[in-house]
């Protein structure tokens, strides 16, 4: 946990929620730890410490009470430091310590304290013009040869070796302090206790003024200045990196700093608190920390870095990027070259014309003002550097320190993106919208080459995103159809695995975007263009490439641009999202094992029944070290306390760390729960009895976390309990007793009553028996014939019910379940109303896509077959087993070419040269592919039916009518054959297929629905879900209609492109 003090009390971070810890409406100023984890406070005339209360939350603890009476009001406690027996802290007027045993020892200061320090196992504490001073033996005794300090202000005391100790000032910077003068009293009259301690730049700190500091690593501290940010020096001082609001922090102004375990700099500013990883591998520069436009490459020349982007180049200078000057495009690929005497050289490409760059300017090479995009040293011509340009592939000679461009190699009507050369010293290139080219260099000194020729891929990729490079002899592209390489027996480009067979199907995109001098491949991996995760594979010995561990998981998925790895071993990476530093050399400290706690448990009523930290009254004094842990303590929650909430969190400070969760409640769950972003769980109506509930985290490198677990009990309640069954069972008794009693009597009473009533009426019965027997044999003479005629009624009735009802259950399971299909791809409406129980109508859907996505590419079909009922239904059940037929099984994917083989199918199934008859179908026909995110194409062909559609933003319904041509039918057709027509279509645009029933439809007044009206209800309803759009059109056409009946089936459906 972090806890901050602050003019509210003390604030607690659990790594996703804060929470207040007030310290008797007091201002906290300083903040301690000991060994056992206790958090000590100091404040305006407070001192405590912050240990669990009664209802298991953290409350902080007074020991203000502790100090002499004359203490009472002590003021503002400025530091504290708790050791393993005591506690100090300290005022302007008073350096205090509380023993263990409760006692208090205080110390004054000659002049007036300044600020204390506790630095290995010594407090020191500086007294205005005095001198530094130290504790021993109990008194403060002033530090020989410090007397300088007293009219200094100090603001850090750290250690930095065996020896000395790190002092820092406001107004003269550093010093060494000789520890020797600490613990040797007869030291020589020409010792110096204090020694300047220079940086590499003394300036900034007077002038931004030193105010905390903490050590990080032995030999790296953190220095926080007043306005300047906090600072990394070494133990040379050298500033090694400074965070300031150039870098991304909120303010200047660092007033307190302090490292956590996993070495993240928390920083108290003056507007908040920050921090930042310092052990990272991974650093990142975006628009918030300086960087101009779309970072396109970046490299480390001569130990500075550069980048390219679409508004030019930029160099980093000290803690920011500034653009250089004599490129003011849009700027591509940066390259850097080796001359003949081994002297670095940096180019750059761009939309003017390619430059060479030397400190923050940039020279015109004045021969070369095409646009340039990527660069190529050549390992067979001395001297010689290809240049990817606009319209071709030119050439730059370096001769005597000079560079000159040549010329054109080959003029092309394309962009070449990137260029590599093989062992012979031919070259590969990329062809925007045409592929992979090849051209065999003769002499590239006299622009000679020859034999160019150009590549397809395997799986036919897009030509505008893909690379070509040379590695491990193998010419290799790389693109949406994965990974492939050049094969000489066929003279073409195969599928090829080195980098896992899931690159070389056709489903995974890939393009490589560096091979290292480390044997190490960077390459980008996708599924989707806009989505884009970075990869890396290594090299080993068995000549296998092997993927490394997943860092890249930091890095948000973005879009690529370039890697390069610098001489140091250091990667830079160009993406959308700014530029990201790999640095392997620094420890990956990313895999510390988290830990999840449990942060509340909250009823009903938004109750808290336990907030975190066990309670033990047993533990609360100031220094015990007894610690109740959540494994010791069981919760007993009332019965009707049984709807709870638990919420958990994981104080895991990386960045850009999201961690998933996952639990179980034994006595409740089965099994762990799907891992999840949510913290918190929610259980209603638990049943009496013993739970415990466990969770885990996990980072995005898959390391879990050790399970955290929380016991509770929930009570039964009064009326279950075991006392209450044994007043239950006496009540019982006595009432089963009593109603025994009650119904005797009632019982002796009613037999009397009863047995007169009988003598009375046995009369009767006797004289009305003779006339009733003589009336039921009559009846039951008819009764015998009425029955026989009804069960003769009812087997007739029955077969043909359940023949038309059998058509039916046939009829349904042919149709295809649209919610199942289409529900995830598509939002979607359907109105089917068959005119009896079966129907002529039917829609059908199929699914062609690959077996990932089998919605990018969907054949949707709705059919109006002659007739209705049964009739109608057996014809639905020849089309739709036909279309399957004919798209699944043959693999026609051509709407036109479909209705044409349906149409010559059905009239062989209805023998049609023979019978002429004028049964048959209309059909409306969409093929529906996905092409992006956000873009589709539908392919349309229609029998006798249109295909209705509108584009998002539209308010006109389109129109593509069919041929005026029937599948089946003897009567003649208007249209010789069946055509296709394509159109473009996005994201939210709709599509309507309809069969004639619904326009068709007559009212009272003989008028019929028409297509007018139903447009208009679509329209009506275009910004609304389907399924509102298909309650206005039902609503409307039900309102037409009236009482008058339907005439036909009716089918209408409607899609949505998502």
């Known amino acids: 946990m972090i806890y901050v003090a602050n003019n509210i009390g003390v604030i607690e971070f659990d790594g996703s929620d804060w929470q207040h810890i007030p310290i008797n409406n007091a201002l906290a100023r300083c903040l301690g730890t000991d060994s056992t984890g206790r958090v000590w406070v100091g404040g305006q005339d407070e001192v405590g410490y912050l240990a669990p209360d009664s209802s298991n939350s953290l409350k902080y603890y007074s020991l203000i009470n502790l100090l002499p009476e004359r203490f009472s009001k002590p003021g503002l406690i400025r530091q504290i430091y708790p050791t393993s027996n005591a506690v100090y802290f300290s005022t302007f007027q008073t350096l205090f310590r509380i023993n263990k045993d409760l006692s208090v020892s205080y110390w004054e200061p000659k002049t007036q304290f300044h600020r204390s320090y506790y630095v290995e196992n010594t407090i020191f504490i500086n007294q205005r013009d005095y001198g530094l001073t130290y504790l021993h033996n109990d008194s403060l005794v002033k530090v020989p040869g410090c007397e300088i300090l007293g009219s200094q202000l100090v603001y850090t005391i750290l250690p930095y070796d065996f020896r000395y100790l790190l002092v820092g000032t406001q107004v003269n910077g550093f010093y060494l302090l000789d520890k020797q003068a600490l613990t040797n009293h007869s030291l020589p009259p020409d010792f110096k206790t204090l020694i300047p301690f220079k940086t590499s730049n003394d300036n900034f700190f007077t002038t931004h003024r030193i105010y905390s500091g903490i050590m990080l690593d032995e030999g790296l501290w953190a220095i926080g200045t007043y306005s300047g940010g906090v600072v990394i020096i070494n133990r040379n001082g050298q500033i090694v990196r400074i965070i300031s609001k150039e870098t991304g922090l909120q303010d200047n102004t660092a007033w307190y700093l302090y490292a956590d375990n996993t070495k993240n700099i928390w920083m108290a500013l003056n507007n908040g608190i920050s921090y930042s990883p310092f052990h990272s591998q991974l650093t990142s520069w975006t628009e918030q920390e300086g960087i101009s436009g779309v970072v396109q490459s970046a490299v480390n020349y001569q130990g500075t870095i550069y980048y390219s982007s679409n508004t030019g180049v930029h160099i980093k200078t000290n803690s920011h990027f500034e653009k250089i000057k004599g490129i003011n495009d849009l700027a591509y690929g940066l390259f850097i070259y080796t001359d003949e005497t081994g002297q670095e050289h940096l180019l750059s490409g761009t939309l003017s014309g390619i430059y060479v760059i030397e400190g923050s300017n940039a020279k015109l090479i004045s021969t070369a003002k095409q646009s340039a995009y990527s660069f190529t040293k050549s390992k067979i011509f001395p001297g010689i550097i290809y240049v990817g340009l606009y319209d071709g592939i030119g050439v730059i000679q370096e001769k005597n320190g000079k560079l000159s461009f040549l010329g054109y190699l080959i003029k092309l009507k394309s962009e070449v993106y990137r260029i590599t050369e093989d062992k012979t010293g031919n070259i590969w290139f990329t062809q925007r919208y045409k592929g992979i080219g090849f051209l065999d260099v003769i002499n590239p000194y006299d622009l000679i080459a020859e034999k160019y020729n150009s590549y397809t891929l395997p799986f036919n990729p897009k030509c505008d995103d893909i690379s070509v490079n040379y590695i491990d002899g193998m010419v290799l592209a790389s693109s949406e159809g994965g990974l492939s390489r050049y094969d000489e027996s066929s003279d073409s480009f195969i599928p090829e695995t080195m980098l896992g067979t899931q690159y070389a199907n056709g489903t995974v995109g890939i393009r490589i975007l560096a091979c290292s001098k480390n044997n190490e491949i960077w390459f980008e991996t996708y599924k989707f263009a806009a989505n884009r995760r970075l990869e890396r594979v290594t090299k080993f010995s068995d000549n296998a490439y092997h993927r490394t561990p997943a860092q890249f998981t930091l890095i948000p998925e973005t879009i690529f641009f370039d890697v390069h790895t610098d001489s140091g071993n250091v990667t830079w990476i160009s993406c959308t999202d700014g530029l990201f530093r790999f640095d392997p050399n620094q420890q990956f400290s990313n895999n510390q094992i988290p830990r999840v706690f449990i942060r509340q448990v909250i009823t009903k009523g938004k109750k808290i029944v336990y907030g975190g930290y066990p309670f033990d009254s047993t533990a609360l004094k100031p220094f015990d070290e007894k610690r109740v ?144 027997t003589e009336k039921n044999i009559l009846l039951q003479h008819q009764k015998e014939e009425i029955l026989s005629q009804r069960d003769e009624l009812e087997e007739r009735n029955k077969h043909i019910n359940d023949s038309i009802q059998y058509a039916k259950t046939i009829q349904q399971a042919i149709l295809p379940d649209l919610n199942t299909v289409l529900a995830n791809d598509f939002e979607h409406f359907l109105i089917y109303l068959p005119k009896e129980l079966v129907s002529g109508d039917f829609c059908w859907v199929g699914q062609v896509g690959p077996k990932n996505k089998p919605n990018e590419k969907l054949f949707v079909a709705v059919v109006d077959c002659t007739g209705h009922g049964v009739p109608g239904a057996f014809m639905s059940l020849i089309g739709s087993r036909l279309l399957s037929e004919i798209v699944i099984e043959r693999k026609n994917h051509n709407p036109a070419s479909i209705l044409t083989e349906l149409n010559a199918e059905v009239n062989k199934a209805l023998r049609q040269d023979v019978s002429e008859s004028f049964d048959g179908m209309d059909v409306s026909l969409c093929l529906i592919e996905r092409k992006t995110d956000e873009s589709y194409v539908v392919t349309f062909a229609g029998a006798n039916r249109p295909l209705y559609y509108c584009h998002k933003g539209d308010n006109n319904i389109q129109t593509l009518r069919g041929n005026r041509k029937s599948i089946g039918s003897v009567l003649p057709d208007v249209d010789p054959e069946f055509s296709s027509w394509r ?53 409307d056409f039900m309102n037409f209609k009236g009482d008058e009946p339907q005439r036909d089936d009716i089918t209408v459906l409607g899609i949505r492109l998502k």
């Open 983 to 1035: 159109i473009s279509m996005h994201t939210d645009d709709i599509l309507v297929m309809a069969t004639d029933g619904i326009t068709d439809q007559n009212n009272a007044l003989r008028k019929k629905y028409t297509t007018c009206r139903l447009h208009a209800s679509i329209i009506m309803t275009l910004g609304k879900p389907m399924h509102q759009m298909q309650d206005v059109i039902l609503q």
């Open 629 to 772: 842990t959540h494994s010791q303590v069981i919760l007993t929650l009332p019965s009707k306390a049984n709807d709870i909430t638990i919420s958990f969190s994981s104080p895991y400070f990386q960045p850009n760390h999201q961690l998933s969760y996952s639990y179980m409640l034994e006595g409740y769950d089965d099994d762990w729960s799907p891992w999840t972003t949510s913290q918190f769980k929610e259980y209603t109506n638990l049943t009496p009895g013993n739970y415990r509930f466990l969770v885990k985290s996990k980072t995005i490198q898959d390391t879990e976390s050790p399970i955290e677990y929380f016991e509770f009990y929930i009570d039964y309640p009064f009326y279950l309990k075991w006392y209450a069954f044994i007043i239950y069972a006496i009540l019982l008794g006595l009432l089963i007793l009593a109603i025994v009693r009650i119904n005797t009597r009632i019982l002796r009473v009613s037999n009397i009553r009863l047995q007169q009533l009988v003598d009375e009426r046995t009369k009767d019965l006797t004289e009305s028996e003779r006339a009733l």
